[in-house]
T-cell receptor, first 112, second 115 residues
């Protein structure tokens, strides 16, 4: 079983819909990251969080440390949000740096 | 401040040749991470380096793969005697320090194709 599990694997939405992507992890962590990978392959860091909630534009990320669960929400979705969204964690056992353990990603397609 | 740079962006090699992938971290960043993304698979950690030191290479295959981050110049991921299974996207990320709670910045990746 992967240390980081995402759901759903694939998600199709209509423009304007509210979208939620979930991430569960099975190890203690010091931080959780949400990344976005566009069709061209480039990776952008969206959020890094260790508690609570963060918001950037139409994106909101929350984390519940006790439940080992995080969600990424997209409000008023747009076709340009179509991408793979990846959850990654820095396990708290890591003392040598900030190596990331990744989920398999969620392919989001937003149709106009 | 330029972002993380990787070159080449695309690399084609025949089986048995060597592949050299370069990563220039963001200015002021002295910590570099290499990740591999096989076709239709997720990202996997390979190696973590600081200037002139390999800190964690637990994700590197035992043979044919090596990495360095010299005092001057870019970090290099070297794959000797490439095989078709090495075909993948290789991403480099950098951070200003290796402490926990540290955000990493990713490069655009090098797509290696082994014929």
């Amino acid at each position: 079983k992967n240390e980081v599990e995402q759901s759903p694997q694939n998600l199709t939405a209509q423009e304007g819909e509210f979208i939620t992507i979930n991430c569960s992890y099975s190890v203690g962590i010091s931080a959780l990251h949400w990344l976005q990978q566009h069709p061209g392959g480039g990776i952008v860091s969206l959020f890094m969080l260790s508690s609570g909630k963060k918001k950037h534009g139409r994106l909101i990320a929350t984390i519940n440390i006790q439940e080992k669960h995080s969600s990424l929400h997209i409000t008023a979705s747009h076709p340009r949000d179509s991408a793979v969204y990846i959850c990654a964690v820095t396990p708290s056992r890591e003392t040598s740096g900030s190596r990331l353990t990744f989920g398999e990603g969620t392919q989001l397609t937003v149709n106009p | 401040n330029a972002g993380v740079m990787q070159n080449p962006r695309h690399l084609v090699r025949r089986r048995g040749q060597e592949a050299r992938l370069r990563c220039s971290p963001m200015k002021g960043h002295s910590h570099v991470y290499w990740y591999r993304q096989l076709p239709e698979e997720g990202l996997k950690f390979m190696v973590y380096l600081q200037k002139e030191n390999i800190i964690d290479e637990s994700g590197m295959p035992k043979e044919r793969f090596s990495a360095e981050f010299p005092k001057e110049g870019p970090s290099i991921l070297r794959i000797q005697q490439v095989v078709r299974g090495d075909s993948a996207a290789y991403f480099c990320a950098s951070s200003p320090r290796g402490l926990l709670y540290n955000e990493q910045f990713f490069g655009p990746g090098t797509r290696l194709t082994v014929l």
